[in-house]
């Protein structure tokens, strides 16, 4: 079974830049996650998806970012503009739904904003 | 607003001992449990969890314990191996995958 994948692994970013991600769940899990991870914290959950629907974006900072997943399978996180404290690994997971809530992480991607 | 916490940031233990790490919460509506384990350039990997039901689930070398009256969860890994150094993550959530909140992480190391 191949894993979450997630591109690009890192990027190097001038501030009021843009940038995206791309992150591939595993085939058939219904539910998609994306965490900011800033060094020395634990991962913070931006959004949840459940197919192509948002169950959960209340972390998620709606004035620069935004995510999208189409047809339920591949997902985009987009940050527009970017700011010097966006610099942090971008984590995707996804999980089957249901009460066994474990999610499978992607290897990140790490952003660095100058 | 930490609603997951782990107080410990370092944890050394000689292999073969016991490697006892702990998570503290705060919120009563967590109803899920989880540990993860990471390596560095890598995403986290799932370890063990436990649900709210009940206080204990073992698999192999790792048990977790959950104490719901002090809202505190630990994780025992039994012998410790040198592979075992990694940083481990506890994460709740609610109503049955909602809202994940991870804490802070706290990097094992354990010495041959």
């Known amino acids: 079974e191949a894993g979450v994948a997630q591109s690009p692994r890192y990027k190097i970013i001038e501030k009021r830049q843009s940038v995206a991600f791309w992150c591939n769940p595993i085939s058939g899990h219904a539910t998609l996650y994306w965490y900011q991870q800033i060094l020395g914290q634990g991962p913070k959950l931006l959004i949840q998806f459940q197919n192509n629907g948002v169950v959960d974006d209340s972390q998620l900072p709606k004035d620069r970012f935004s995510a999208e997943r189409l047809k339920g399978v591949d997902s985009t996180l987009k940050i527009q503009p970017a700011k010097l404290e966006d610099s942090a690994v971008y984590l995707c997971?996804?999980?089957?739904?249901?009460?066994?809530?474990?999610?499978?992480f992607g290897p990140g991607t790490r952003l660095t904003v100058l | 607003d930490q609603q997951v916490k782990q107080n410990s940031p370092s944890l050394s233990v000689q292999e073969g001992r016991i490697s006892i790490l702990n998570c503290d919460y705060t919120?009563?509506?967590?109803?899920?449990f989880l540990w993860y384990k990471k390596y560095p350039a890598e995403g986290p990997t799932f370890l063990i969890s436990i649900s709210s039901i009940k206080d204990k689930n073992e698999d192999g070398r790792f048990t977790v314990f959950l104490n719901k009256s002090a809202k505190h969860l630990s994780l025992h890994i039994v012998p410790s191996q040198p592979g075992d150094s990694a940083v481990y993550f506890c994460a709740a959530s609610e109503g049955g995958g909602f809202k994940t909140i991870f804490g802070a992480g706290t990097r094992l190391f354990v010495k041959a």
């Open positions: 919120n009563s509506m967590f109803d899920y």
């Open positions: 997971a996804s999980s089957r739904w249901g009460l066994d809530n474990e999610q499978f």
